[in-house]
């Protein structure tokens, strides 16, 4: 009797460890297609020569897998963004540069994941483009794509000091910012959001209005995703942090291991029909 009731408490588990495996992975594909349906859909189709979403501009640096600290983003920018390459810097219009008081302390590496190299402590005064961003110059939440997912490219923002004036321009503020690293997306968006709670009607500009505001955080997160967008949207890069891929080995892995228990469920019935 014992051997009864622990055979079926078995069967039991195991056919609930599956079901919960097979819905974690049918949730989790889910939450990455609506991600990736809300980052894409935000962006101009691909145009012109590469139509297809995730066909690559074969002269991408980013496709060749070059070190970021060897690209011309003032060439990836004009390139991604379809500006003439002879258009000036200043005819590209100017930042809108405010000081934000940083919501989180702000991490930058020498690599993804790599040796930290710098860090600006929570609460500290920041320079920060809201708005009008120049997107040839990475640096503070200026930031490029990397080839890992969460992981950004650009200088580190410049704290505010009494003796000095507001940089004018993002190459202004790009030329005092030092040299590039890279910085957590998580630490990023934290900033902008907190410079449009902060600043005056900067959350209205960036949602369109106050009933927009419950979305404020995804709103800064596909603005400091802009480039990534307009990667996208020039066949030049698909960006890991614009595009989830959805049968990731997680996913895989969770249908595989709900699978197996399946199985297992099912010898373990057949087996017991076949002992009657």
């Not at 708005?131 to 997912?149: E, F, I, K, L, Q």
């Not at 004018?168 to 902008?192: I, P």
């Not at 997160?221 to 990534?228: A, E, Q, S």
Request: proline share 6%; glycine share 8%; net charge neutral.
């Amino acid at each position: 009797m014992r051997g009864f009731r622990f055979k079926k408490i078995a069967k039991t588990l195991i056919a609930v460890s599956a079901a919960a495996l097979l819905i974690a992975a049918c949730f989790r594909i889910h939450l990455r297609t609506e991600y990736n349906r809300e980052n894409l859909t935000a962006s101009v189709p691909p145009q012109g020569e590469y139509l297809e979403a995730g066909r690559v501009d074969p002269r991408s640096s980013y496709i060749r897998h070059r070190p970021l600290e060897e690209m011309d983003f003032r060439t990836i920018y004009y390139t991604a963004a379809s500006i003439p390459a002879d258009t000036g810097l200043d005819d590209l219009g100017w930042s809108w540069i405010y000081p934000v008081q940083s919501p989180c302390t702000i991490r930058y590496f020498d690599a993804p994941n790599g040796n930290l190299v710098k860090q600006i402590e929570k609460d500290t005064e920041i320079y920060v483009q809201m708005t009008g961003c120049d997107w040839s110059a990475p640096c503070a939440n200026v930031t490029y794509p990397t080839y890992h997912a969460g992981w950004r490219y650009a200088a580190p923002f410049l704290e505010v000091r009494a003796e000095t004036e507001t940089p004018k321009s993002g190459a202004e503020l790009a030329a005092l910012s030092g040299d590039r690293y890279y910085v957590r997306l998580a630490d990023v968006t934290a900033v902008v959001e907190a410079g449009c709670r902060q600043i005056p009607n900067m959350a209205a500009l960036y949602t369109g209005g106050p009933e927009e505001y419950p979305y404020l955080h995804s709103r800064v997160r596909l603005r400091v995703l802009l480039i990534d967008r307009l990667m996208y949207s020039s066949g030049y890069y698909v960006s890991p942090d614009i595009y989830h891929e959805p049968w990731d080995g997680w996913t895989v892995g969770l249908l595989a291991a709900g699978g197996v228990l399946l199985a297992a469920d099912g010898a373990l019935v057949l087996r017991g029909r076949k002992g009657r």
